[in-house]
């Protein structure tokens, strides 16, 4: 053990004139004595059994330190031994010892000072107890507490709008319902409309969607459950229902909803429901059933009736082709745009690239998020036509503004299909574009179909002069696999780490881990989602390279000429 400077104003004395250790009471006990002259520690049989063997002869205290209090602990120690030294008073410390055979074990540590006739500090006696059993309980309880606090509590997840369950939760609980009897699932559209289409506004039909929350909530029986499914849609899930039943119940809603009042005199609420039945274990899963009532809603605008039927499921090959249509479709009278978002780099505090986001145009809110659509055409491999429009369509755009760098979305089942390298080349040649310009972007939570393929991908376009991202990262199970299999350049901390990153300690300490990771892997970081300086601030003290969020700048349309590098 080590000792403030004082201890060496002492000279060492011959081994007659140390101090006899005070023997404890009982022999069992484990007790040490440390002499300042000749920096001397002796300790019991007892203490010697605990740690596996006494202190060499010729060992000096710090040695005898390191070697036998956990490294950890080391500060504590010393810190316990300078106060008992300095102050002349009884100090009580609990640290862990290690033993020979590399296992420790918890003791709490009574340091009591030795005085000489002339009132100095000559030495320290300890008397030391193993309590490990005590500080495992201590630390298990501790952990059990920090796991409650961090563990989210429930997946049933509110939509922030209307309260309802989200689509993904929803369509949880109908593949549940599916394993245990038939039943049916409704989608509803409800919808403002008005014969001058300007006087209908957004929040129009986002007050009316919280109305047909409420409405839907008083209406339907206490073990159906209602779901956001889509930007104007919601769905009821009559689990355990039979078919005349769960035909008239929906025939009740739908007349329920547009029987609302609307807003202004001028407008009139709309109401199309598509119902769907299924069978127990049937075939069709969740996702199936949603893209056939959605497609029943649609029928039922189309007919200007208020509700089609769907007695079977649609076969999935029909179900591949139909919403491919509706993919082709969208994609010819551009119900597809462009925005953008600015990414900050941190070291010259200049925006220096954008990442590119789709957004899909509702007929009745406008832009908004693709995340239902690209879900749907991932599982319906439907996605290529999509990925290879915003490609393009990035090409242009970065032909147009030459400096301009540019972050593009892939999605898994894209990135995997041996189609898109040999597009990607040609797009750059007949746009003329710096690959340099373009950093392609895997989202991680996806599917990839084709590893080997999306590996030649990667290695392609990173020869071409692209860069490689990886988005979405620490939120799915490849995260790290994938740092190893692909070229990455740069990943994107997932922001659901970012958002409350000031005041959550496990959120900190997991985010600078990943910065970590990425460093010694040669990887740049990206943090999304900040939207405040002291995140900012943060971030830097991580080691972030690149931030993106609302305090940097919210996604806009991307017209030609509107993006320029600062």
Known sequence: MTVPEERERWSPAPPSALPEPRQPVEDRAAWFTYSAAGDQIVWSATLSAMLGRPPAEKEMTRQILARYVHRDDHAKALGAITEAWTSRNTVHATVRLMRTDGGWLDVDCRLEPMMSPDGTVRGLRGTVKDVTARERTRREDARLTRRGETVQASLIEPDPATGLLTRARFADEIDRALRVAAGAVLVVRVQVEGEDP???RPEHNADLLRRAARLLEDQVRP??????VGPNEIGVLLAASGWSAAHEHARQLVETLAGQSSPEECLRVSAWGGLVRFEQEA??????????AEQAWRQSRELRRPLTLVAHPVPVRDRQGSY????????????FTLYSQPILELQTNRVTRHELLLRVLDEADGPQSPIQVLDTAERLDAIFDIDLWVVERAMRLAAEEPGLCLQVNLSGRS????RLTAEVEKLLE????DPAQLTFEITETALIGNLSEARRFADRVRDLGCGLALDDFGSGYASFRYLRLFPIDLVKIDGEYVVDLVDNPQDQVLVRALVQVCQAYGIHTVAEYVQDEPTLRMLRELG??????YLIGRPSPVPPGRLQNP
Do not use: F
Request: hydrophobic content about 35%; proline content about 2%; aromatic content about 4%.
């Open 198 to 200: 300007e006087a209908v």
């Open 223 to 228: 073990e159906h459950l209602l779901g956001r």
């Open 283 to 292: 075939e069709a899963g969740s996702h199936g059933l949603l893209i056939d």
């Open 324 to 335: 491919r249509s509706r993919v082709a479709d969208a994609l010819g009278t551009d119900r």
């Open 415 to 418: 990135v995997g299909d041996p």
């Open 430 to 433: 007949r746009y003329g574009v």
């Open 544 to 549: 972030v390279d690149y931030v993106q969020g």
